[in-house]
């Protein structure tokens, strides 16, 4: 059964929409007038879908995605929309609602889009309660040198990170910022062996080689390793490149004031400052980070 929550201020289009939809036997229906009159009615018990119009009084269909997307993140929203108002429609969507359904299509594509969507929010709510009952995790990646592949992978390891109860959602970010910085170093310093300092004097130059080796040999066919250990008390990343290797201690410390405008050392501060523990291999071409347990107890939420 899909709990379907419509709201709209007109009276003649809720009982249009419940004739259209009220003969569908695995659909429940409720109705709103307007945002405010939803979200005290969401309050209280939480739809599996929502259907909104946008133009309503008191609140309307753009700021009740934004408090939807607030108080109820787990919960799509899908917009009614119409002819002059889809400039509204478009803000919505990059605001949080799910799809849209203009009033023009409703008794051809409604139903359909409130079975695709809540379908989707089915599968995301039960990977998310699945993940929640995780007590351990590995995992290991082989990269070619892709800057595509990057925010994916960090996205990945940051929700396991959340789901076994490690860390809070600002440090949930800080350690994607940590590992965005040992891939970026792994990538760049490591398989590519382009300097830091290069960057600060000559900016053109430095891009002009990134773009060069990253289909000249050597450089191109060198991978990065990444592999990951959760448990309730920590997480473990390993880092490794292809590169040559470099020696950390001879960075010049970028907690000196003289040095905090450069950008040599400036990720490896980064990750010193987010991790409980950083490490490298006597090679230089490795990292291990660890981060641990910073609360005895998390209130999850969608991540």
Known sequence: MIRVLVVDDLAVDRRWIAELLGREPFL???FAGHGAEALAWMAEQEPDVVVTDLMMPELDGLQLV?????????????LITSQGNEQTAVEAL???AASYVPKSQMASALLETIRTVADLAFRRRDRAR???????HSCRFVLANDLAMMRPLIHY??????????????????????????????????NLELSSHLR?????????????RLHQLPYAKRRIYVSA????????????????????????????????????????????????????????NQVTMIKRRNCPALIYSDP
């Open 130 to 136: 699945l993940l929640r009952c995780m007590c351990r």
């Open 66 to 78: 934004e408090a939807i997307r607030e108080r109820f993140p787990e919960i799509p929203v899908i």
């Open 157 to 190: 390891l940051q929700e396991h990170l959340f789901y076994i109860g490690l860390c809070d959602a600002t440090d949930r970010t800080r350690v994607g910022i940590a590992l965005q910085e040992a891939l970026a170093n792994a990538l760049y310093h490591g």
């Open 94 to 96: 990059q605001r949080g």
């Open 28 to 30: 429940e229906l409720f």
């Open 229 to 284: 250990e959760f448990s309730p008390q920590q997480a473990v990343f390993v880092i490794q490149d292809e590169g040559p290797g470099f020696d950390p201690s001879k960075l010049p410390d970028p907690t000196d004031p003289a040095n905090l405008e450069k950008l040599t050392g400036r990720g490896i501060l980064l990750m010193r400052t987010f991790m409980d523990e950083v490490q490298f291999s006597p090679k230089g």
């Open 200 to 212: 600060e004097v000559a900016e053109e130059e430095y891009y002009r080689l990134l773009r060069q």
